[in-house]
């Protein structure tokens, strides 16, 4: 009796786990197969099991290698020192401004956040090109300039990945800061504490859950970054701006190696489940 | 001599104005040249006054084959997507939101769990099992995706917006005879309502900007949405016209950038964060 009304009171998950199970679980399992397999895009009829051959590859590939390494500046130099700081920043300046200025500034910096990915490559892509906008702003600086998408791709991806994700950060340090009670913050002002030391002694402290949901979360938005890199370099010249899922998707379709590009895959997830189990620890108290 | 608090309040102000139209300024020079060249009939690749503003542009991607037809086939996906996100995550919060269960914290654990999953990792073996199963180049097969792919965070929302509606609304529809899901229909959701635009628009908003899954999962020109035709502006390393690039991002980032306002200002800025960051 008891166990048939949970099931009836169970039955409106039924259609999301459907979904879930085939469309997002079948993948990850099936991931997690064809990661062990040498399964080709053409030529093959059968896939045959190959242990750990794809891994082992992978460990010994200099571009493999290359692109972890990229994939580890993008995520630093982006989403934890410029995202994160930069969105901290706004958060911490808006609460000072007038209305005006914090109204206008935050529109103008949710509207990069809201733009379809694609749509800022391609702003991105004009404004870092040799005959684009920085260029002619740095002529007009007279200070020298150069091909950004050619000499340091990595870098103009990265503040690409800035400009877009910032807000992020804002929208969550601004909550954050909005709870931090006002009579704390006099209080250590009246004590004589200056800007800096309220920051970094009373702020900080209190925020610091938020600040550590926003590193994970914007961590695993910057893991998955496709689009953006794509429409901007397409991981070049030369690879060098090509971060793990440019270089997994290069080796399962350009060169039609699924099994080995979904090993690179496999890695890249249990990377992010890594970073997801931290974050639900970090949230552990509220479910 | 020691300054008043409202002094110096006030020069604080003005700092922080100059510090954030500083930080605007660097912000805002990429999105004014998509604006200035839509208009320009000289564009290029910089910002600058237009050599003459004109709306030929906008007259030259305003037809069926370059706009329309990809804009369509983006509605028909995100559309279709987003109806079997809300509708399945709004069944599915019901039960987590209204009834103990000792299935509940699992399930919301690992709803959790896979909303930080990076599921750009997962595209090829989904590319490869859609070729398997034939669904590859349907769009029946990129809806589905879709929504399996933003569904972990939609019930989490909706399951948050729905612990705010009181139960006691419901014990009353329900003394008078409504089974669950009449009571979920006439008097939760409606109660929830702009729980439920918050969900709906940000699926919609998610799925209208997302490239590298109709990327992988359509092949035919014909079913391509405008997030992968804006591709073909490059064609083959021809010249780009750039006026007509920067008019057509316009029209296709127009529909999210409204949507967003709508949303955002009946409930604040931080709305689509409220169910992630807070728990």
Redesign the interface.
């Known amino acids: 009796m008891r166990n048939a009304r ?1 099931l009836i ?2 039955l ?2 039924s ?3 459907v ?2 199970v ?3 679980g ?3 399992a ?2 997690a197969w ?1 990661a062990f397999t040498d ?1 080709q895009l053409t030529g093959q009829a059968e896939e045959s099991f190959v242990g750990f051959d794809n891994f082992r590859t992978a460990f010994g590939d200099e571009a493999f290698l290359n692109a972890v390494w990229l994939t580890l500046v993008f995520t630093v130099v982006s989403a934890l020192v410029g995202q994160n700081t ?1 969105g901290l ?2 958060a911490a ?6 209305k005006p ?2 109204t ?3 529109g ?5 956040w ?6 800022a490559g ?3 892509y ?2 870092f ?1 040799r ?3 920085l ?3 740095l002529e007009w600086l007279h200070l020298p300039t150069q091909n950004w998408l050619f000499t340091l791709p990595i870098l103009a991806v990265s503040f690409a990945n800035v ?1 877009r994700g910032t807000a ?1 950060s804002m ?2 340090y ?2 954050a800061l909005g709870e931090i009670p006002k009579e704390i913050t006099e209080a250590a002002e009246v004590d004589g504490a200056g800007g800096w030391r309220r920051m970094w002694h009373i702020t900080l402290p209190m925020i610091r859950r ?1 600040i550590g ?2 590193l ?2 914007i961590t ?1 938005q910057t ?5 953006l890199i ?2 901007m370099t397409r991981g070049g010249p030369g690879g060098r701006s090509q971060t793990l ?1 440019l270089f ?2 290069e080796e ?2 350009q060169k039609s190696m ?1 099994g080995y ?2 090993a690179v ?2 890695l ?2 249990v990377v ?2 890594l ?3 931290v ?2 620890r970090l ?1 552990r108290t ?2 | 001599m020691p300054r008043s608090p409202a002094s110096r309040r006030t020069t ?2 003005l ?3 100059a ?3 500083v ?2 300024g660097a ?5 004014a ?2 604006v200035l060249s839509s208009l320009d009939t000289g564009a ?5 006054v237009p050599d003459g503003l004109t709306l030929d542009n906008f007259d030259a991607v305003l037809t069926p084959e370059i706009t329309f037809t990809p804009l369509l086939n983006s509605l028909l996906l995100c559309g279709g997507g987003t109806a ?1 996100t809300v ?3 709004a ?2 919060a ?3 939101s209204r ?1 103990r ?1 000792r ?1 509940n ?1 699992p ?3 690992t709803i ?3 909303t ?14 859609f070729v398997r199963v034939n669904l590859i180049d349907t769009m029946q097969g990129t809806i ?2 879709f ?3 933003q ?2 965070f939609a ?1 989490w929302l909706m399951k948050n917006f729905m612990d705010g509606v009181p139960k006691e609304l419901e014990e009353a529809a329900w003394t008078d005879g409504a089974s ?2 009449q009571s ?1 229909l006439r008097v939760v959701l409606p109660l929830m309502g702009p729980g439920v635009a918050v969900v709906t628009v940000f699926s919609f ?1 998610m799925m ?5 899954v109709p ?1 992988m999962l359509l092949l035919s020109p014909d079913q391509m949405p ?3 035709s ?2 073909d502006f490059f064609g083959n390393r021809g010249m780009v016209a ?1 006026g007509q ?1 920067a008019a057509f ?1 316009i029209v ?2 127009t529909p ?2 409204l949507l ?1 306002v709508l949303v ?1 200002r009946r409930l604040g ?2 709305f ?3 169910g ?4």
Not at chain 1, 93 to 98: D, N, Y
Not at chain 1, 114 to 119: A, D, Q, S
Not at chain 2, 44 to 48: E, I, M, Q, S, Y
């Open positions: 949970s009171r169970a409106p998950v259609p999301a786990v979904l879930l085939l469309f997002l079948g993948p990850i099936y991931c064809i399964l930069l920043a706004l300046l808006m609460q000072r401004a007038s200025v914090r206008l500034v935050g103008i910096v949710v509207t990069a809201v733009l379809p990915e694609v749509v391609f702003l991105l004009a404004f090109r005959e684009g906008t260029n002619t702003l400009w992020f929208l969550v601004t909550a938020s949901t926003n994970m979360l695993l893991l998955s970054v496709f689009g794509w429409v899922p997994m998707y399962a379709f699924i590009g979904t895959a496999l890249l997830l992010g489940s970073f997801s189990v974050y639900l949230l509220e479910v | 604080h102000r700092a922080a104005d510090g954030l139209l930080l605007a912000f805002v020079l990429p999105l040249w998509v290029n690749l910089r910002v600058k079997l509708g399945c995550a069944l599915a019901y039960p987590l009834f269960s299935f914290r399930f919301l654990l959790l769990f896979a930080s999953l990076p599921i750009t990792a997962i595209m090829v073996p989904v590319y490869a099992l589905f995706f929504a399996a792919s569904l972990p019930i669950s899901l979920l908003v209208w900007g997302n490239f590298f990327f405008a997030s992968v804006i591709n750039y690039l991002s296709y980032s999210v950038i967003y955002a800025g931080g689509a964060l409220s992630a960051v807070k728990g």
